[in-house]
Structures are given as structure tokens and as C-alpha cells.
């Protein structure tokens, strides 16, 4: 059976960096509401906050599996990405990129960011492949009017100190935060109305007459609207396994490193660096002297000893002097791919709403997506979700789905490259 919460083998290294917080009850006993979110998390929020916004003195509450910040949302890379980088249209991009520069602005503020913080972000071509793939992109972000600037091969050098690229494409606007933090600082600053439970697990939906029910271990909630926020888990509580699969990618954190050390990873401030292929390897500086390295996709499944060994692969690639620093800590986490990269976002029943299928781009979009629903919920004005993202395209069931998957990667993988 499919699992309906994340069951992490790991601590995440965002979570140890940063432990503190005080913890939100669990959900107790029969509770009758108005709304329930499922998932505490960047769209469950942004659902939360927009439903409180446009539904003054209602009772919205959220559940979320585990402690805020130990889930999916605390154990990304921290881009905040204002860049449409995919989109059917160049109208639809600049629209999106005009939606994802106001998401940043609000969760910015919400969470009191330092509005001073600087870092370039940027992707990285490490391959003559990697390059055409950069330049199919600037002429993309070109089209749609979106800000970008090249990087030459010295600029690139000087940027993160390694030799390993050939050239990048800078994307303005970027920011670059610890997750685990930003999503905890959100939560802290839901408005009246708004009820976040730690450890609350949704186990069951159903559906009773006129209302929706949510079990959880030591409660059940009763609301006339459910908003399934919860990615690929959703498949466990009955919905949306047809459109997504849950995919594991992998980070980890090298311990604090000396200062003059990490002057010479970072020259010229931090850094954050996406890769020109989507298998490729994401690097980033953090603000207590680390460097992060992200990569490799494991299928439904959480990876091993053998992970921690790739990971070490891509970041001695680079850095050769840090081969003997290891990995302070490392860790998977979750994403929920469709076979389209569109998301399953809407109406499934009367009163049951979702946004499925992040596609590795969580912060600004997640928030963006969870408040577009909840205006659609509330039958106000709202984005064209399908009209620039698309619609989340059918999948075939097991084993042709993993087959599939893997042999997919397999392909990829190979045309990575360099970008590993």
C-alpha cells in the first residue's frame, strides 16, 4: 500500500544546522472546521493564508505529517527561483515570472528575510552539451522578457572557485535561504484563523453526505473543503497516482569549513549553481561556511550508503581539496514528478481540491499554485494554471511506469555527462 506521509531514514542537514522552534499540537479528537490542508509545506500554506485572507473568520486547519521544517519543504536546496524556465508560450512565462516575483516579495516579507541578502544564482554548463542546453534557455528567457546575463568560463571560476564549468547564465532576482527556516518562519506567521498540527498525519479521506472527513492518529476533522497539498503522498489517500510518481533526490553538507577554505570556494560572495541538466549536480554556498551539493533520483524509494558515495563523487569533481572533509551530513527528500511536467491543480470532487506535481521547483511555485487553488476554491478571480502549465498527462501503471522511469534515467544520465 502507498504510503500516505514521507518516513525519512535520515535527519535532514538543514534540520541539524538549525534545531530550534517550538512544536504545534497534534490534532485531537473530532474537530469541525471549514477547511483542511493536508501538508504544511509551501502550497499548503499559500492555500492557507489565501483561504484566511479571502474568508475572514474561518477555521482552516493544517496537517502536517511531521515536525514543520523535518518534511519535503525542509529539505530542498533553498533556490527561490523567480524564473519561468518552462513554459508553453512566452506570454505564459512572463506571466508566470510576473506571478513568481510577487510570491517572492510576500513570502520574503512574511518570513522578515533579509531584503539586503545577496547571491548570484545561476545555471552552470560544465559540457558542450550543457552549453547548447543554456542557450536554447537564454533565448527562451529573452522571448518571454526575462532577465538573464552570461557568464564566461573566467567568470564562472571566479564565482565558485573550481574550473569545472565552461560557462553559465546568470538569472537576477534569485534568492538563496536555508528551507528549513523559511518554512518555519511561514508557519509562525499564519494569520488568525489558520490552525497548523504537527504530526498529524492524514491517514483517511471519505467522503459523508455533504462533508469531507479526515482521519488522523489521534483525531478526525470534518470541513466542507479538503485540499490535498501533500504531492505525490496523495496517491496514498486515493488521488492522483495515475498523473505522478514519487521521486527521491539527494543533498548533503560538507561541516563548517575554515574561512580562508571557503574564501576560495566563494570569492566573490555566495553562490548558488544549477545545473544545465536536469540530472546534472546543484551547488551552493550557505551563509555558515558550507558548500551543498544536490543530485541523483532514486524511485519511490530512499537511497542508501551508496548515495552519500555519489554525492562525494560530484563534489570532489570539483573541489578535490575537500576529499578528505567528507559530508557533515546528508539526505533525501521527495519531489513529485509528472510524465509531462505539468501539475495535477484543481477541482478533482466537489469540495476536494489539489495541487500535484511540483516537478522539482517548489518554493515560488508551490506557494504560487496553493494560492491560485485556494482562489479557484473560493470562486475568485484566479491564474490559468492549465492554460501556462499545462495539464498533468495520463501515466501507465506499474512495472511499466518504473520500466519506464528507469530507463529514462538511464538515457539522461548518460547525456548528463559532465553535469553530474
Known amino acids: 500500500m502507498t504510503s500516505t506521509h514521507p518516513h525519512y531514514l535520515r535527519h535532514c542537514g538543514w534540520q541539524v544546522v538549525d534545531s530550534d522552534g517550538a512544536a504545534a499540537a497534534p490534532l485531537q479528537g473530532p474537530v469541525h ?3 483542511v490542508v493536508i501538508g504544511a509545506g509551501y502550497t499548503g500554506l499559500g492555500i492557507a493564508r489565501t483561504l484566511a485572507s479571502l474568508r475572514p473568520g474561518a477555521d482552516i486547519r493544517v496537517l502536517e505529517a511531521d515536525a514543520v521544517g523535518a518534511g519535503s519543504p525542509g529539505r530542498n ?13 512566452a506570454e505564459a512565462a512572463q506571466s508566470l515570472y510576473q506571478a513568481y516575483r510577487a510570491v517572492h516579495h510576500t513570502m520574503a516579507t512574511l518570513a522578515n528575510l533579509d531584503q539586503s ?16 542546453h543554456l542557450q536554447a534557455m537564454a533565448r527562451h528567457l529573452e522571448a518571454s522578457g526575462q532577465p538573464c546575463q552570461w557568464l564566461d568560463r573566467d567568470a564562472v571560476t571566479a564565482l565558485t ?32 484563523g489558520v490552525t497548523v498540527h504537527e504530526h498529524s498525519p492524514a491517514m483517511v479521506i471519505s467522503r459523508e453526505r455533504d462533508r469531507w472527513l479526515v482521519r488522523t492518529p489521534n483525531g478526525t476533522a470534518y470541513a466542507g ?19 505522478s510518481v514519487k521521486i527521491f533526490t539527494y543533498a548533503g553538507l560538507t561541516p563548517r569549513l575554515p574561512a580562508p577554505l571557503f574564501e576560495s570556494l566563494a570569492p566573490g560572495g555566495q553562490w548558488g549553481l544549477l545545473p544545465a541538466h536536469r540530472l546534472g549536480s546543484t551547488f551552493r554556498t550557505t551563509e555558515d561556511r558550507r558548500l551543498m551539493v544536490r543530485g541523483m533520483y532514486g524511485y519511490e524509494h530512499e537511497g542508501g550508503q551508496e548515495v552519500a558515495k555519489e554525492l562525494m563523487r560530484s563534489l570532489t569533481r570539483r573541489y578535490p581539496q575537500l576529499r578528505s572533509l ?8 521527495t519531489t513529485s514528478l509528472t510524465f509531462n511536467g505539468a501539475p495535477l ?16 521547483v517548489g518554493i515560488l511555485k508551490g506557494w504560487l499554485l496553493g494560492s ?49
Not at 541578502?117 to 547548447?132: D, E, I, L, Y
Not at 536555508?178 to 488568525?192: E, K, M, Y
Not at 567528507?326 to 527528500?333: A, P, S, T, V, Y
Not at 491543480?345 to 522539482?360: H, V
Open 225 to 243: 473543503q479538503v485540499f490535498l497539498a501533500n504531492n505525490a503522498f496523495a496517491a496514498g489517500l486515493g488521488y492522483g497516482r495515475a498523473y
Open 117 to 132: 541578502a545577496t547571491a548570484t544564482v545561476f545555471k552552470g554548463a560544465a559540457s558542450q552539451r550543457g552549453q547548447h
Open 33 to 35: 472546521c471549514d477547511a
Open 372 to 420: 491560485e487553488l485556494a482562489r479557484l476554491a473560493c470562486q475568485q478571480p484566479h491564474l490559468d494554471v492549465p492554460g501556462v502549465l499545462g495539464r498533468a498527462a495520463w501515466m501507465p501503471p506499474e512495472p511499466f511506469r518504473q520500466l519506464g522511469f528507469r530507463a529514462v534515467s538511464a538515457v539522461e544520465k548518460h547525456l548528463a555527462g559532465a553535469e553530474k
Open 345 to 360: 491543480w484543481g477541482q478533482l470532487e466537489p469540495g476536494l481540491f489539489a495541487s500535484i506535481g511540483c516537478n522539482g
Open 77 to 89: 536546496s533553498g533556490f527561490m527561483l523567480e524564473h519561468a524556465l518552462a513554459a508553453p508560450s
Open 161 to 192: 572557485g573550481s574550473h569545472h564549468y565552461r560557462q553559465g547564465l546568470a538569472l537576477p532576482g534569485s534568492r538563496l535561504v536555508n528551507p528549513r527556516q523559511l518554512i518555519r518562519a511561514l508557519v509562525a506567521s499564519v494569520p488568525a
Open 326 to 333: 567528507g559530508l557533515e551530513h546528508w539526505w533525501g527528500g
